[in-house]
């Protein structure tokens, strides 16, 4: 049985006032989540009072992002050990925004999903396409592209230590939300990928969904055969909204 994990994708929000109000939330209704395995992921210059903060409860914390080298002159970049030295456990590696604005490529992503691994990060390994592609009817070979590049890079076994999260790109912050059967429909495509070249890793890995997810619409997308909870944007500023979304496993 794959245990649901609930991640919070933080963006670029917060100051260390509303980042505290937000974790304090947060730990007030731990309590109450029974089955998800949550995670939060702050901008990079929060992460160490963000682990602090939660150093009390099972709550996790991953990067947003992660550089592809280890050290060097690469300004501005932020490497594996470094999120393992303050305490990060995983690394968002491909969100569509790092791919549509900032030009990411999937080889690239793929390296990056290898430095996660080789620096003892999780990866969470973002897939998706853009409406025009789903509109077209390509769904399928865009993510299977995405997942093409990771698996030949790094091979299939790997991703048995990794989690994919399927956003479309048209669902996130738009307000849209893939209908539950849309979404099952992409994540039982993932898994039979997966499947076909090991039954092992298809059954282990958690597949999130990510795209405009609320409390009130989680336990719907949750109920999914192969969805094993989400990768939440906006409604993870929201201590309430979140902690609805990592509730949502248990009424399911």
């Not at 006032?17 to 702050?42: M, N, Q, W, Y």
Request: hydrophobic fraction near 45%; glycine fraction near 12%; proline fraction near 4%.
């Amino acid at each position: 049985m794959r245990q649901p994990l609930v991640a919070g994708n933080w963006k670029m929000n917060g100051n260390l006032d509303s980042i505290t109000t937000l974790v304090e939330g947060i730990k007030a209704g731990l309590g109450e989540v029974r089955t998800a395995e949550v995670a939060v992921c702050p901008p990079f210059v929060y992460i160490p009072q963000v682990v602090q903060m939660l150093s009390d409860t099972p709550v996790a914390v991953g990067s947003q992002d992660i550089s592809d080298e280890e050290s060097g002159a690469f300004t501005g970049e932020v490497a594996g050990p470094m999120l393992r030295d303050v305490g990060c456990s995983y690394a968002i590696v491909g969100h569509s925004e790092r791919r549509s604005i900032y030009g990411e490529s999937d080889e690239f992503t793929a390296r990056k999903f290898a430095a996660a691994r080789r620096f003892g990060l999780t990866p969470i390994l973002c897939v998706g396409e853009l409406l025009e592609e789903r509109e077209a009817g390509t769904t399928e070979a865009v993510v299977g592209r995405q997942l093409d590049a990771v698996i030949e890079l790094e091979g299939i076994a790997a991703l048995g230590e990794a989690v994919i999260a399927y956003e479309p790109v048209w669902a996130i912050g738009t307000g849209k939300t893939a209908s539950p059967e849309q979404a099952q429909e992409v994540h039982a495509f993932i898994r039979a990928k997966l499947a076909g070249l090991d039954a092992g890793v298809a059954d282990k890995i958690r597949i999130l969904y990510g795209g405009s997810v609320k409390a009130a619409n989680a336990a719907e997308l949750f109920a999914m055969a192969d969805i094993d909870g989400g990768l939440i944007g906006g409604a993870s500023l929201q201590a309430g909204e979140f902690l609805g979304i990592c509730t949502a496993p248990d009424k399911i």
